[in-house]
């Protein structure tokens, strides 16, 4: 069986008002054996962040780690070199340059629905080209993204079920949002998501060249 956990960086709202280029999609796929690798290697590096004097009360996410220089980009690239250890673990991703879509119809579409198709898109490549028909995929029930609101469980599910009946193929799919700060795997994708991220909006590359040979599905949407 297949633990997929999702995350989201940027925006995929088409606002003006929006600050962000691109939206990202990313998935992080290991196998059922080693998911606990991923909760035995974050809470090593959780301790020892501790130990360095990181506020227990404060999320420990790239992003955040990011921000203060005595952690920094050191501190990133070790919990990274860490979870890429992991033999089963692998990442992909869907980056949309959100300038180059044209079609006012998906535009002005309600808000989520780009997240709904993105995700969607990226979602079925894995199970049905890549045959991980026994998934499991775990979403972080505070993000916006995902409110009940923009139907987004029953969208893929729809989609999923829909498309395994259309190809003869049984498929065990299931799906649930959990708060991020109780699931490693959640932990763990969110430092994959902002690496990729870094690469296409901010030309940094760093992070991104560390988990290359991690990467499964690239999809990269008007990204020239």
Excluded: P
Aim: proline share 0%.
């Amino acid at each position: 069986m297949k633990h997929l956990f999702l995350d989201e960086s940027g925006e995929c709202s088409f606002t003006k008002a929006s600050g962000y280029r691109h939206f990202l999609i990313t998935i992080l796929s290991v196998d059922t054996s080693e998911v606990k690798k991923i909760k035995n290697h974050l809470r090593r590096k959780t301790a020892s962040f501790i130990k360095r004097g990181w506020d227990k009360s404060k999320e420990i996410k790239a992003f955040n780690l990011y921000k203060y220089k005595k952690f920094g980009e050191k501190a990133i690239l070790d919990v990274i070199s860490s979870l890429i250890k992991i033999n089963s673990l692998e990442i992909s991703y869907i980056i949309v340059n959100k300038e180059k879509i044209e079609n006012l119809s998906f535009r002005n579409a309600s808000y989520g629905i780009s997240y709904n198709y993105f995700t969607g898109v990226l979602l079925s490549e894995l199970i049905f080209d890549d045959e991980f028909y026994e998934v499991s995929l775990i979403f972080d029930k505070r993000n916006k993204e995902s409110h009940q609101n923009k139907y987004f469980k029953e969208y893929l599910e729809t989609k999923i079920f829909g498309k395994s009946l259309e190809k003869e193929i049984n498929v065990k799919f299931g799906l649930a949002g959990y708060d991020s700060k109780d699931v490693y795997g959640l932990k763990a994708v969110d430092f994959f998501s902002w690496s990729i991220f870094r690469k296409f909006e901010h030309s940094d590359n760093r992070f991104f060249n560390l988990i290359s040979k991690k990467l499964k599905r690239k999809r990269e949407w008007y990204i020239e």
